[in-house]
């Protein structure tokens, strides 16, 4: 007999979003169903237009749904005030956006920080574990400075550190190395894989790059506002270097609504 399987930590079920331009009605997302397990690190994949951002944004329940639903964990978005779905993302989603979204007048701290703060946490914030994950992200010694003295890829990793100070069950990462030259970009996949197997977290990524969508265990296709096509990662397999952060591994937070 084969085990049961555990309940979709995101769930997806006929989402459909319609933009009005005017008269013309325009579908970005149409009808898209999946599951995640928790755990699970999938990559959606699709040119620009296809409805991959869109997807990203009713998936973070940033933006609501012209038909069907999103499930995070069992608790339909649907279903919640506007309050209580912001206290959803705080407690369970990291995002990680490729325009970094930093606050110019923060310090790369002092962004970390405030992100924990607005999290509702009661417990005070673990600083050891602020720097584990600043030296994991090679950004230690760049802490007291602003976004705007910082390059690209340390901006994108302060991100990071800032979607991952939480412990969040999930990340949603929107194309987290579009701005990115090689070098950086492979940081970048590296973390959010180290995040996924070693903390246990679940990872979606939206990229329009095959070869980052890769490291994936679960790579879906979108065109035109549908997932198209679904195939497992030519790299999911990637062996991670021996320092990781098994030790930072805690309990997840308990979804809050």
């Known amino acids: 007999m084969q085990p049961e399987q555990s309940s979709p930590i995101i769930l997806a079920e006929n989402l459909t979003k319609v933009y009005a331009a005017g ?19 999938v990559a959606i994949v ?17 933006t609501q749904a012209t038909k069907g639903r999103v499930v995070i ?4 978005f649907a279903t919640l005030s506007d309050g209580a779905r912001t206290r959803l993302r705080k407690h ?65 990793r302060v991100a990071i550190a800032r979607a991952l100070i939480t412990r969040p069950a999930i990340v949603l990462a929107d194309e987290p190395t579009g701005n990115l030259d090689t070098k950086n970009s492979d940081a970048v996949l590296n973390m959010l894989l ?46 991670l270097p021996a320092a990781g952060i098994a030790q930072l591994s805690t309990p997840l937070a308990p979804i809050v609504v």
């Open 73 to 76: 964990d069992g608790v339909d």
């Open 92 to 156: 369970r989603i990291g995002f990680v956006f490729q325009k970094f979204n930093l606050l110019p007048t923060l310090s790369a701290m002092g962004n970390i920080e405030i992100a924990y703060d607005v999290s509702g946490r009661k417990e005070p914030l673990d600083r050891v574990y602020l720097e584990q994950l600043s030296d994991l992200l090679a950004i230690q010694g760049r802490l007291i400075h602003r976004p705007s003295e910082l390059s690209g890829g340390e901006q994108q």
């Open 46 to 62: 699709g040119p620009s237009g296809s409805g991959k951002s869109t997807l990203f944004y009713l998936l973070g329940g940033l």
């Open 23 to 41: 008269r013309i009605q325009v579908a970005a997302v149409r009808g898209v169903s999946f599951a995640i397990q928790p755990g699970e690190f």
């Open 194 to 239: 180290k995040s996924n197997r070693e903390l246990g977290q679940t990872t979606l990524m939206i990229t329009h790059n095959p070869e980052a969508a890769s490291i994936a265990s679960r790579i879906l296709y979108m065109r035109d506002g549908e997932i198209v096509r679904e195939e497992r990662g030519s790299r999911c397999d990637l062996p």
